[in-house]
């Protein structure tokens, strides 16, 4: 009944192979195994409270397993809709009470009904694998603004004028239309606020006056972020219709990964809309996270607060450039280090993040980043540099690197700071401000290959990456085909052995027989004998003679 | 080859009480007073104080607008049930896990529901009301007073086969016949439909039920349209007041 085990818990048997998708948080669970979460969850079916008997008759670890086996093939069977409890126990035979623990035990720890959409009407108390409807209160989780919130640029930041760089520079980006020696940004409506108006929400961010006076009547600020959130929407292009949100739903639930395909399929839409349409519907983080193969959106979340919260860290440190530019990075490379720690992306987000052309390229480097250690990343940033050092003497100097140093390569932390610049262009700046009295030449060169720099590093680390997963994947194929092979090889054995069995068994049995035979020939034997001696008349007896005749040959 | 012991099916004896989480009594009032009838059924807690049925029939008369000389009866009623329950209380009952099927077959508004399904009356973690709950949840009914219809009438079913282990006890003692034929008799006389667990259980069965006989199994519910309502209402006060 249980399907053959693969070993890895993110793939079910069913012919042809389908990958399903688990939460991570269930992903001790096996086929052929009972895991001790289960033994503990439901100690009546493993004798007791000690968990660890067998049982009675009718609560034992076999019985265990094949209700829990039966439900869960029962909601792969379509895993987009919820199982119900009624829907099994007409099935299954058993105490409807154990029963209904039994599929509370799985529905909570993620192993059915995890991917399925929530259909209750009345509030009730979900499971936390699923999707959180709202973001709380306290955090905003910002959308990435669609692409043309990101043509207006300023060229790289006030402190470069008259230069225009292309638009793969993040300064302008991360700050939009702020530049130094402006007003502070206000975090609801982006315009610049005039100075003494700012006001401190309750959780650091500034707002206009005006917003807050807002805010302040509505009462709510997500409302606020909302309307924002909106008029970016709407700045970019026509506001989401339902009809356009059901049709960009078919094309998620379609073309799963491929934004192309999907925006495609929503014809009025470019991808990058409806990848922010998507997050910014209640579930959508959800189902992104459905189709990358990891159902909680952890990282996404993750690196959008944590966009944004650079963003606020940078927005306070504006005011003194200097000192906290280390104080900044170190956050960086902490917050990149944690991650990096934490959570292993799979292939299916790194291409979708690597695929979209609207993001900066410091976004993408960072993200790719994020991936691998620090110290890769520094390594690529290294090599980077020494090879744009060796191209251009004046690399050299734009990376305000004395020979010497250069030589000894003793800068893994200033490379460290480039290289994981989600403020790469403001590191220009910041270099910019430190070192004053530079011309506007010397900056001018010196951003250029402080991006290139970045660029090759980004290179860098998404090769070192992607090997990694190459030969990742190869080991993991080879522990397939293995464990297929296994698998085989005990069903043969299975197969042999059995058989043997069935001999031996025919064997004792025919030795009987053969017992049996004689022991009734010997009979008949007796029998004619008293007969003749009695001298009854014997008819001749067909079967009998025989049977006589055939005796020495048996 | 291998045998299956039904190991721990040991009765073990209790004092008597609901074999469920909550020891609520289940409480059936029909009353009928100068035309008008009040039936009504719902759990009780034997261990609130009697001022409290006073105050109870008192309020539902109220609410029901029935007039005063129902509360007598209503009262009578259940102190009646009650007693019932708390002659029983001082008794040893066994408990032992057998498995037995109870059905429901209920018309409540005009939801009509019928449905069979297996019942450990020797787990004394179960809850009649948690079942109906989500019996009334998958299957998306929305009227309130189902679930609570339901899950009476699974309590009656399951007061009905633990009073008559008890009295089964009780005659058994009576007769002196020794300590053996407790279990005998409780095991004929009371659920004669107790489930064949080996056929299930046993090495070669399989608790997966085969799916021609998923059907029996399952729940059934109807929602009658307002004019059959009427009808069905009809045929049924008549019926009970010929029986």
């Given at each position: 009944?249980?399907?053959?085990?693969?070993?890895?818990?993110?793939?079910?048997?069913?012919?042809?192979r389908?990958?399903?998708?688990?939460?991570?948080s269930?992903?001790?669970?096996?086929?052929?195994?009972?895991?001790?979460?289960?033994?503990?969850?439901?100690?009546?079916?493993?004798?007791?409270?000690?968990?660890?008997?067998?049982?009675t008759?009718?609560?034992n670890?076999?019985?265990?397993?094949?209700?829990?086996?039966?439900?869960?093939?029962?909601?792969r069977e379509?895993?987009?809709?919820?199982?119900?409890?009624?829907?099994?126990?007409?099935?299954?035979?058993?105490?409807?009470?154990?029963?209904?623990?039994?599929f509370?035990?799985?529905?909570?720890?993620?192993?059915?009904?995890?991917?399925?959409?929530?259909?209750?009407?009345?509030?009730?108390?979900?499971?936390?694998?699923?999707?959180?409807?709202?973001?709380?209160?306290?955090?905003?989780?910002?959308?990435?603004?669609?692409?043309?919130?990101?043509?207006?640029?300023?060229?790289?930041?006030?402190?470069?004028?008259?230069f225009?760089?292309?638009?793969?520079?993040?300064?302008?980006?991360?700050?939009?239309?702020?530049?130094?020696g402006?007003?502070?940004?206000?975090?609801?409506?982006?315009?610049?606020?005039?100075?003494?108006?700012?006001?401190?929400?309750?959780?650091g961010?500034?707002?206009?006056?005006?917003?807050?006076?807002?805010?302040?009547?509505?009462?709510?600020?997500?409302k606020?972020?909302?309307?924002?959130k909106?008029?970016?929407?709407?700045?970019?292009?026509?506001?989401?219709?339902d009809?356009?949100?059901?049709?960009?739903?078919?094309?998620?639930?379609?073309?799963?990964?491929?934004?192309?395909?999907?925006?495609?399929?929503?014809?009025?839409?470019?991808?990058?809309?409806?990848?922010?349409?998507?997050i910014?519907?209640?579930?959508?983080e959800?189902m992104?996270?459905?189709?990358?193969?990891?159902?909680?959106?952890?990282?996404?979340?993750?690196?959008?607060?944590?966009?944004?919260?650079?963003k606020?860290?940078?927005?306070?440190?504006s005011?003194?450039?200097?000192?906290?530019?280390?104080?900044?990075?170190?956050?960086?490379?902490?917050?990149?280090?944690d991650?990096?720690n934490?959570?292993?992306?799979?292939?299916?987000?790194?291409?979708?993040?690597?695929?979209?052309?609207?993001?900066?390229?410091?976004?993408?480097?960072?993200?790719?980043?994020?991936?691998?250690?620090?110290?890769?990343?520094?390594?690529?940033?290294d090599?980077?540099?020494?090879?744009?050092?060796?191209?251009?003497?004046?690399?050299?100097?734009?990376?305000?690197?004395?020979?010497?140093?250069?030589?000894t390569?003793a800068f893994?932390?200033?490379?460290?700071?480039?290289?994981?610049?989600?403020?790469?262009g403001?590191?220009a700046?910041?270099?910019?401000?430190?070192?004053?009295?530079?011309?506007?030449?010397?900056?001018?060169?010196?951003?250029?290959?402080?991006?290139?720099?970045?660029?090759?590093?980004?290179?860098?680390?998404?090769?070192?990456?992607?090997?990694?997963?190459?030969?990742?994947?190869?080991?993991?194929?080879?522990?397939?085909?293995?464990?297929?092979?296994?698998?085989q090889?005990?069903k043969?054995?299975?197969k042999?052995?059995?058989?043997?069995?069935?001999?031996?068994?025919?064997?004792?049995?025919?030795?009987?027989?053969?017992?049996?035979?004689?022991?009734?020939?010997?009979?008949?034997?007796?029998?004619?004998?008293?007969?003749?001696?009695?001298?009854?008349p014997?008819?001749?007896?067909?079967?009998?003679?025989?049977?006589?005749?055939?005796?020495?040959?048996? | 080859?291998?045998?299956?012991?039904?190991?721990?099916?040991?009765?073990?004896?209790?004092?008597?009480?609901?074999?469920?989480?909550?020891?609520?009594?289940?409480?059936?009032?029909?009353?009928?007073?100068?035309?008008?009838?009040?039936?009504?059924?719902?759990?009780?807690n034997?261990?609130?104080?009697d001022s409290?049925?006073?105050?109870?029939?008192?309020?539902?008369?109220?609410?029901?607008?029935?007039?005063?000389?129902?509360?007598?009866q209503?009262?009578?009623?259940?102190?009646?049930?009650?007693?019932?329950f708390?002659?029983?209380?001082?008794?040893e009952?066994?408990i032992?896990?057998?498995?037995?099927p109870?059905?429901?077959d209920?018309?409540?508004?005009?939801?009509?529901?019928?449905?069979?399904?297996?019942?450990?009356?020797g787990?004394?973690?179960?809850?009649?009301?948690?079942?109906?709950?989500?019996?009334?949840?998958?299957?998306?009914i929305?009227?309130?007073?189902?679930?609570?219809?339901?899950?009476?009438?699974?309590?009656?079913?399951?007061?009905?086969?633990?009073?008559?282990?008890?009295?089964?006890?009780r005659?058994?003692?009576?007769?002196?016949?020794?300590?053996?034929?407790?279990?005998?008799?409780?095991?004929?006389?009371?659920?004669?439909?107790?489930?064949?667990?080996?056929?299930?259980f046993?090495?070669?069965?399989?608790?997966?039920?085969?799916?021609?006989?998923?059907?029996?199994?399952?729940?059934?519910?109807?929602?009658?349209?307002?004019?059959?309502?009427?009808a069905?209402?009809?045929?049924?006060?008549?019926?009970?007041?010929?029986?």
């Amino acid at each position: 009944m249980s399907p053959p085990a693969a070993g890895a818990a993110s793939s079910g048997e069913a012919p042809p192979r389908e990958l399903y998708t688990i939460p991570a948080s269930s992903g001790w669970f096996r086929w052929d195994e009972i895991h001790e979460t289960e033994r503990r969850a439901l100690p009546e079916f493993f004798g007791g409270a000690g968990g660890s008997g067998f049982g009675t008759a009718s609560r034992n670890p076999r019985i265990y397993r094949e209700y829990r086996d039966y439900i869960i093939s029962k909601y792969r069977e379509d895993p987009s809709r919820r199982l119900t409890f009624t829907e099994v126990r007409k099935a299954l035979v058993g105490d409807v009470t154990l029963l209904r623990k039994l599929f509370a035990f799985l529905d909570a720890s993620g192993l059915i009904n995890f991917s399925a959409s929530p259909s209750r009407p009345a509030p009730q108390k979900k499971p936390d694998a699923e999707a959180i409807l709202e973001a709380p209160v306290g955090l905003q989780v910002t959308p990435r603004p669609p692409a043309s919130y990101f043509v207006e640029e300023r060229g790289g930041g006030g402190g470069e004028n008259g230069f225009r760089l292309p638009p793969l520079t993040s300064y302008s980006d991360v700050f939009g239309e702020w530049a130094p020696g402006r007003g502070p940004i206000c975090g609801f409506c982006g315009e610049e606020c005039s100075d003494g108006s700012v006001q401190t929400l309750k959780d650091g961010f500034k707002v206009c006056s005006n917003c807050y006076a807002n805010d302040e009547s509505t009462g709510e600020a997500n409302k606020h972020l909302g309307d924002k959130k909106e008029r970016a929407d709407n700045h970019a292009s026509s506001a989401w219709s339902d009809a356009e949100t059901l049709v960009l739903l078919e094309g998620v639930l379609k073309h799963g990964d491929d934004w192309d395909l999907i925006s495609q399929h929503v014809r009025t839409k470019n991808r990058s809309e409806c990848i922010a349409r998507l997050i910014q519907l209640p579930f959508g983080e959800h189902m992104l996270g459905t189709i990358n193969g990891k159902s909680d959106s952890k990282l996404h979340k993750n690196q959008t607060t944590e966009r944004k919260v650079d963003k606020y860290i940078v927005k306070e440190s504006s005011s003194q450039p200097t000192e906290t530019v280390d104080g900044m990075q170190i956050d960086e490379n902490k917050n990149d280090t944690d991650k990096s720690n934490e959570e292993r992306p799979t292939k299916h987000r790194r291409l979708f993040s690597s695929i979209d052309p609207t993001v900066s390229l410091m976004e993408k480097l960072v993200l790719l980043t994020t991936s691998s250690s620090p110290d890769v990343v520094a390594a690529a940033a290294d090599a980077a540099i020494k090879a744009l050092g060796n191209e251009n003497p004046l690399a050299r100097k734009a990376f305000h690197l004395s020979e010497k140093e250069y030589r000894t390569r003793a800068f893994s932390s200033i490379c460290a700071r480039q290289g994981d610049g989600i403020v790469g262009g403001q590191d220009a700046e910041m270099l910019g401000h430190s070192v004053p009295g530079n011309k506007k030449g010397k900056m001018f060169i010196s951003t250029t290959y402080q991006v290139r720099a970045a660029v090759a590093t980004a290179l860098g680390v998404a090769a070192a990456r992607a090997k990694m997963l190459a030969n990742q994947e190869e080991r993991e194929m080879e522990l397939l085909m293995a464990s297929i092979i296994e698998t085989q090889l005990r069903k043969i054995q299975y197969k042999i052995k059995h058989f043997e069995e069935l001999e031996l068994i025919m064997d004792q049995e025919y030795a009987t027989i053969q017992q049996i035979k004689a022991s009734l020939v010997n009979e008949w034997l007796q029998v004619l004998k008293q007969a003749f001696e009695a001298g009854v008349p014997i008819p001749r007896d067909e079967v009998l003679m025989q049977l006589f005749q055939n005796k020495p040959t048996l | 080859m291998k045998t299956v012991s039904l190991g721990a099916n040991r009765p073990s004896a209790v004092k008597f009480r609901m074999p469920t989480r909550d020891n609520l009594v289940p409480i059936r009032v029909d009353v009928e007073v100068d035309g008008q009838r009040y039936r009504d059924a719902f759990t009780w807690n034997p261990s609130d104080p009697d001022s409290e049925i006073i105050s109870f029939a008192k309020r539902t008369a109220k609410d029901l607008k029935l007039p005063a000389n129902f509360v007598p009866q209503m009262l009578h009623s259940i102190q009646g049930q009650l007693a019932e329950f708390r002659s029983y209380e001082g008794e040893e009952m066994q408990i032992r896990e057998k498995i037995v099927p109870l059905k429901i077959d209920l018309r409540i508004n005009n939801t009509v529901i019928r449905d069979q399904f297996l019942w450990d009356i020797g787990n004394l973690d179960s809850d009649p009301e948690e079942f109906a709950r989500t019996l009334c949840d998958d299957l998306n009914i929305t009227d309130p007073e189902v679930g609570p219809a339901i899950a009476v009438s699974i309590r009656e079913q399951l007061y009905e086969i633990a009073s008559q282990s008890v009295s089964a006890m009780r005659e058994a003692r009576v007769s002196k016949k020794g300590r053996r034929a407790p279990e005998f008799a409780s095991n004929s006389k009371a659920m004669h439909n107790s489930l064949d667990l080996f056929k299930y259980f046993g090495s070669k069965g399989s608790v997966v039920r085969k799916r021609k006989e998923w059907y029996l199994y399952e729940p059934v519910v109807d929602v009658a349209r307002k004019e059959e309502v009427g009808a069905i209402d009809a045929t049924e006060e008549l019926s009970s007041r010929n029986a």
